[in-house]
């Protein structure tokens, strides 16, 4: 135990380093901008989407019910704010770990207080998370809402499955993914609660505040100007790929077919995921499509990344003969953490741009063609209630893939 306690410490303590170094660098920006615009509408009473960090191009991008569900900012002093962000990022990114990495951890029979600590500490470090904690982003707090919806919720069959994707959607579109995902694996009650949420929270929101809403719907929503310019390397979605290309007359067209083909790929393994009772390998791949689909997909959005990673390496952890996913997982892991992306950031870009300067957007296409589906140790933890459209099935062989 004492060993343990050692290993533990270690790790901790090169994870503060890891993420002061980030802190250092990114300076809860984001933060900032969310501050700022929520301070010039109810204190200043301005429109929010007017207001525009001093000396940047970046203000408020999210709708209004977001801005609302921020609305403490407006009295409380920033130092506090950037607290509660960071308590709150770090609390539901140890809750997601717990939620993914504990089957893991109980069937190689570790403490589970190791386990767990040292599974914290790997995913803190994580660029996408680290940059989300130290932007003071809110995308672990969304992750945390999605999956604790699917996982225990919706595969459940509880009444309130999709309320937490509901939500999530209001509060920035994105997540609008997994609404996707319910109707497609078929279902309806949780797919209808999360769209029912999701409109009342944005009618209720447009009520609120209707200049607001009127402004986010109709300008600032298209004008992608606002979240900034979409060759950036940070920008590691299809969108972003093909803008880094010297297509700029076609890249929206291509942009366009190739979401179709990803939504048709997507559509064959969700489905495949659904007939083994699979929710987390759900989960994993509509996290997957949601980063590659969006126009803009920063760094910190690829924490929805996270559970593809966590059950690559379970699958290749537990099985005897097939260490393929562990490869894929532990090099996307390690890949990811390392900041090789920001190489190429800046000219002179060094060799390999094709590959260097979109190294997310290729793991991303990796796990989203190569992700194990199919609980790793054999049999279904997480399944939702059999229905008509859900028949009961034997589990099916470890790892399988379409």
């Known amino acids: 135990m004492r060993k343990q306690v050692w290993i533990l410490a270690g790790l901790a303590l090169l994870t503060c380093g890891i993420v002061l170094l980030a802190g250092i660098r990114n300076e809860f920006f984001d933060s900032k901008v969310y501050y700022g615009a929520v301070q010039y509408w109810f204190r200043d009473h301005g429109m929010v989407y007017d207001w525009l960090r001093p000396g940047s191009p970046y203000g408020f991008t999210y709708p209004p019910f977001a801005g609302l569900v921020m609305a403490p900012m407006s009295v409380l002093p920033f130092p506090l704010v950037v607290v509660i962000a960071s308590v709150a990022t770090l609390a539901t990114t140890a809750l997601v770990v717990r939620w993914l990495v504990g089957p893991m951890i109980r069937r190689a029979g570790w403490p589970m207080w190791f386990g767990f600590g040292v599974a914290v500490c790997f995913a803190v470090s994580f ?10 982003q809110v995308n672990t707090l969304l992750l945390a809402l999605v999956a604790g919806d699917l996982l225990f919720g919706v595969a459940k069959g509880k009444r309130w499955g999709g309320i937490g994707i ?11 993914v997994f609404i996707l995902y319910l109707l497609v694996t078929k279902r309806w009650r949780a797919a209808a609660t999360a769209i029912v949420t999701a409109a009342a ?21 298209w004008d992608t ?6 060759s950036y390397v940070s920008n590691q979605s299809l969108r972003g ?27 064959w393994r969700v489905r495949a ?5 699979d929710e987390l390998g759900g989960l994993a791949l509509t996290g997957i499509l949601g980063c590659l689909i969006s126009p803009v997909t920063w760094v910190h959005h690829c924490v929805w990344l996270l559970p593809a990673i966590i059950r690559c390496v379970d699958a290749g952890l537990s099985s005897r003969t097939d260490k393929r996913p562990l490869y894929l997982g532990g090099a996307a892991y390690l890949l990811m953490t390392s900041r090789l992306l920001w190489v190429w950031e800046k000219r002179p870009r060094p060799p390999l741009e094709l590959l260097g300067s979109n190294l997310y957007f290729w793991f991303s296409l990796a796990l989203l063609a190569w992700l194990p589906i199919g609980d790793p140790a054999g049999k279904p933890e997480l399944t939702w209630r059999k229905t008509a459209s859900t028949p009961e099935r034997e589990p099916e062989p470890d790892h399988a893939t379409p």
């Open 166 to 176: 509901g939500l999530a959607t209001a509060v920035k579109l994105t997540p609008g």
């Open 273 to 277: 995921a659904a007939a083994r009772h």
């Open 201 to 221: 929270a944005t009618l209720a929101s447009g009520a609120a505040a209707t200049d607001q809403s009127r402004e986010f719907w109709t300008s600032a929503l």
């Open 241 to 267: 790929f093909l803008a880094r290309l010297p297509i700029d007359s076609v890249a929206s067209r291509v942009w366009i077919l190739g979401v179709l083909v990803l939504l048709g790929f997507w559509a």
């Open 225 to 230: 100007g606002r979240v900034g310019v979409l």
């Open 127 to 136: 660029e996408p998370v680290r940059e989300t904690l130290t932007f003071g």
